[in-house]
Nanobody, 124 residues
């Protein structure tokens, strides 16, 4: 079983940047497909982006495409979400998720393991 811990959230002004980290323990992260999701108050959890085990394929929600970038450092057993040009509507709790099996990368049900989340607040 893999344990996931997010970090890097915080308060930033609109137009600013943050880099979230998702550190794994218990298993080698290179064997896992990884995803990032977010949940704003009163809204359902939504897909942000995903990266396959191979690190070759990445996927993004239309709302973040061109602004967010997912990467992974297998040597550090960590996945990153670089967020640039942040907007107030990006405010949410951000979760990383992982699963060793391939599934619908955009679906939260495809991921068995989840972190506890990290708060991102973007002020206008």
């Amino acid at each position: 079983q893999v344990q996931l811990v997010e970090s890097g959230g915080g308060l930033v002004q609109a137009g600013g940047s943050l880099r979230l980290s998702c550190a794994a323990s218990g298993r080698t992260l290179s064997n896992y497909n990884m995803g990032w999701f977010r949940q704003a108050p009163g809204k359902e959890r939504e897909f942000v982006g995903a990266i396959r085990r191979s690190s070759i394929r990445t996927y993004y929600a239309d709302s973040v495409k061109g602004r967010f970038t997912i990467s992974r450092d297998n040597a550090k057993n960590t996945v990153y979400l670089q967020m640039n040009s942040l907007k107030p509507e990006d405010t949410a709790v951000y979760y990383c998720a992982g699963d060793p099996n391939s599934g619908s990368y955009y679906s939260s049900q495809a991921y068995r393991y989840w972190g506890q989340g990290t708060q991102v607040t973007v002020s206008s």
